[in-house]
């Protein structure tokens, strides 16, 4: 697991954070998984790399991953130590098939017309890793796929909330362009980093669907699969607070930095969660209630 260890220290990500609650097993899996994830979103985030050799690299990566989930001996040093994780918790090919879909996405459409288009995106980079982790995770009951499905979009939502001018630099835009439409706003405004009235209302728009994707989650998550599942709860825990913390700016993400929750503040939530599972608490610590 050294190479997977070694991408996973490096991040400093908000999802690296949460694995340090898992037993050391489960830890050790979730890297593996982890350093697959951003293996693959790098690729596709490489910009000073043509966009066909990025789409090459990819396939690449899924031919590899095949490889793996097929019991023959893959070629990435990453697929190899991720190799033993698919066996024992039978992680299908399937899954990673879509999520590189989904940076295959970032590769093709720079814009997005409605949100449906976007939901479909943020399922395949952000649910279904939802879907993988519970797998390493474990569950009893099937409502818990719902559950990583709709985190993993809330998650996802409150990213791109994040990272609007980090992204518009890649001449990205997630927001919906008719919802951009809808509240007034030009793409050319995005791109300039143009903050407004009309801004702050088409982000909380989307904050809104955030919002519900939390809740949903939030209600949808089985009592008896709370303990197993403390790790994504932290998660929800992070990025809810991220959520509030832009509310609270009014959305203005075009300063320098991006909005970030405190590695003291992020120190906190984890000893909070810690108590909550040695509590036996059973509510989730996010969400509107």
């Known amino acids: 697991m050294q190479q997977s260890r070694a991408i ?45 050799k990025r789409r090459e690299q990819l396939a690449d990566w899924r031919a590899d991953i095949r490889r ?12 190899l130590e991720l190799q033993p994780v698919i066996r024992q918790f039978q992680l299908p090919f399937t899954l990673f098939d879509e999520l590189i879909k989904g940076c295959e996405m970032d590769l093709d459409v720079h814009r997005y017309e409605t949100f449906t288009q976007l ?12 879907l993988l982790s519970i797998e390493i995770f474990g569950y009893r009951n099937p409502a818990c796929r719902d559950y990583a499905v709709h985190l993993g979009k809330a998650l ?7 990272d609007v001018r980090t992204d518009a630099e890649r001449g990205r835009i997630y927001l919906p362009l008719d919802d951009l439409a809808k509240f007034g706003v030009t793409p050319d405004e ?26 949903l989650a939030r209600e949808i998550l089985p ?22 913390k832009l509310e609270r700016q009014q959305f203005n993400v075009f300063g320098p930095q991006p909005a970030r929750l405190g590695r003291g503040y992020k120190t906190f939530l984890v000893l909070q969660s810690w108590l909550r599972f040695a509590s ?3 509510a989730s610590n996010y969400g509107p209630h």
């Not at 694995?19 to 490489?46: G, N």
């Not at 995005?190 to 809740?215: P, Q, T, V």
């Not at 008896?224 to 991220?242: I, K, Q, T």
Request: with cysteine; proline share 2%; net charge positive.
């Open 190 to 215: 995005i791109l300039r980093s143009a903050y407004s009235d009309h801004y702050r209302k088409l982000a909380e728009c989307l904050a809104g669907r955030a919002r519900n994707f939390y809740r």
């Open 68 to 79: 793996a989930c097929n019991n023959e001996i893959p070629r990435f040093a990453v697929n």
């Open 156 to 162: 996802q939502l409150t990213n791109i909330l994040r």
């Open 8 to 52: 996973t220290r490096k991040s400093a990500s908000n999802l690296a954070l949460a694995f340090v609650i898992l037993p050391r097993a489960k830890r050790d899996a979730m890297s593996a998984l982890y350093a697959f994830c951003r293996e693959v979103d790098d690729v596709a985030d490489e910009t000073t790399v043509a966009v066909e």
């Open 119 to 130: 939901e479909l995106y943020c399922h395949r980079v952000a649910s279904v890793v939802g």
């Open 223 to 244: 009592v008896e699969d709370r303990r197993s599942m403390v790790a994504a709860e932290l998660m929800g825990a992070v990025y809810w607070r991220l959520l509030l």
């Open 280 to 282: 036996g608490a059973t």
